[in-house]
């Protein structure tokens, strides 16, 4: 089975200050990755995904994301974040032979002044 | 212009009860998803369909049934409301066929209180 682990749940940091979410998951095989967002009371949106290629993505809002089968990571990072960062993220993955996206748990993202 | 919409946003009800769901997509997808979010964030997908077909059955009570009734469209129906059926409720829609590659764009939600 295809699993993703967040493995914070909460992630406090100050404005303007790097962050990286981190996000593993378990598959013996090739995988598409992907990174969503949810604001506070919203619905999820795309930051990024990693389908093949460069192992670097960038998304919207200054995020980017690093890919790395042999450690099978698939961590978010943002050089300087804003208070509108606050939110909830979500790592997904889907992989051959499944039909559907498997979410992490989240990691809550607090920035502060 | 909402690419995802659903009604309503928030549905407050007592135990037993019968209530629906509403989702449309304007974005002329095939896909489209039913995701539930319970009180801890975490995100389960409960039904997907393609073209008005059901793709996608997870271990789900026979209480929770969706409705297609057009591509553009997938309802949720649910009977004999729970207090464990509280969450908050996810449309979504995809381009492709459930399992591609394809970014899913989802609604606002719905916020279900059973009392």
């Known amino acids: 089975a295809q699993s993703v682990t967040q493995l914070d749940s909460q992630v406090p940091v100050f404005e303007e200050a790097p962050v990286e979410l981190r996000c593993n998951y378990s598959?013996?095989?090739?995988?598409?990755l992907f990174w969503y967002v949810q604001y506070p009371n919203q619905g999820l949106q795309l930051l990024l995904k990693y389908l093949s290629g460069s192992t670097l993505v960038k998304g919207i809002n200054g995020f980017e994301a690093e890919f790395n089968k042999s450690q099978t990571s698939f961590h978010l990072r943002k050089p300087s974040v804003h208070i509108s960062d606050t939110a909830e993220y979500f790592c997904?993955?889907?992989?051959?032979?499944?039909?559907?996206?498997?979410f992490g748990k989240g990691t809550m993202l607090l920035v502060s002044p | 212009d909402t690419a995802v919409s659903q009604t309503p946003k928030y549905l407050v009800t007592q135990m037993g009860n019968d209530k629906s769901i509403k989702c449309e997509q304007n974005?002329?997808?095939?896909?489209m998803y039913w995701y539930k979010q319970d009180s801890k964030k975490f995100l389960k997908i409960m039904f997907s369909?393609?073209?008005?077909?059901?793709?996608i059955n997870e271990t789900v009570p026979n209480r929770f049934s969706p409705k297609s009734p057009d591509k553009a469209h997938l309802n949720l129906h649910i009977n004999s409301l729970e207090l464990g059926d509280s969450a908050v409720y996810f449309c979504a829609s995809s381009q492709g066929r459930t399992g591609g590659r394809d970014e899913q764009y989802f609604g606002p939600g719905t916020r279900l209180t059973v009392t």
């Open positions: 369909y393609n073209n008005k077909e059901l793709i």
């Open positions: 997904a993955v889907i992989g051959p032979g499944y039909s559907t996206l498997t």
């Open positions: 598959s013996s095989v090739s995988v598409y």
């Open positions: 974005l002329g997808h095939d896909t």
